[in-house]
């Protein structure tokens, strides 16, 4: 069946910009999550999402950052007033929550640019 | 804090030769252990997990075992092949509310032919 898809590949934004990034995760998992992938920081959890209830927005680093999940299913991550240190590239993954290992499945990525 | 150690890379190997690369994880209670695998250009693959103590996880020629007295996951190849060429991610979900994955910093595997 399909898998995570996320939109767009590739972004590039001058600072200051907002940016929108989307996440179709797979069909039936209740739990989403965003990642960020950059050089000097790895893999980092950002926000998490499961069924209808409050995400978990612990990992989000200031508060320019923001995602909604809409009707359980396709989320989306905001960035307001872009930063080049926010260049990296963003993840999304899904899973079945509450299932024993949490298997996550990624889907391929945005890789953001600021200039 | 919580967090996940690995071997830096990057590693070079040349086909048919003996891959370990370590993990070592701190975390409270009994969180679940995973590989991930990233090919160039690809996006993460969950290679292996273990989700108890003692389990070993395995999936195409890889093994690790969930070792928790030493609190260790190290992943593990007899033989490598050229196309296993990618960076490496080890993993652990916490055994709480929050099943967010944390991740070590990632091996570049370079296999040579």
């Known amino acids: 069946g399909a898998g995570v898809s996320q939109s767009p590949s590739n972004k590039v934004t001058e600072k200051g910009k907002d940016v929108e990034l989307r996440c179709d995760p797979i069909s039936g998992h209740t739990a989403l999550y965003w990642y960020r992938q950059s050089l000097g920081q790895g893999l980092e959890f950002l926000i998490y999402f499961q069924g209808n209830s409050a995400p978990d927005k612990s990992g989000l680093p200031s508060d320019r950052f923001s995602a909604e999940r809409t009707g359980g299913s396709v989320s989306t991550l905001t960035i307001q007033r872009t930063q080049q240190e926010d260049s990296a590239v963003y993840l999304c993954a899904s899973s079945y929550a509450w299932q024993v290992g949490n298997e996550q499945y990624f889907g391929p990525g945005t890789r953001l640019t600021v200039t | 804090g919580n967090s996940v150690t690995q071997m830096e890379g990057p590693v070079t190997l040349s086909e048919e030769a003996f891959l370990t690369i370590n993990c070592t994880y701190t975390a409270t209670g009994y969180p679940s252990l995973f590989w991930y695998v990233q090919y160039p250009g690809e996006g993460l693959q969950l290679l292996l997990k273990?989700?108890?103590?003692?389990d070993k996880g395995s999936n195409k020629g890889f093994e690790a075992t969930y070792r928790k007295e030493t609190t260790s996951f190290h992943l593990e190849k007899g033989s490598v092949q050229v196309s296993d060429s990618a960076v490496y991610f080890c993993?652990?979900?916490?055994?709480?509310?929050?099943?967010?994955?944390?991740f070590g910093s990632g091996t570049q595997l370079t296999v040579l032919p």
């Open positions: 273990a989700t108890k103590a003692d």
């Open positions: 993993a652990y979900a916490s055994s709480g509310s929050a099943r967010q994955l944390t």
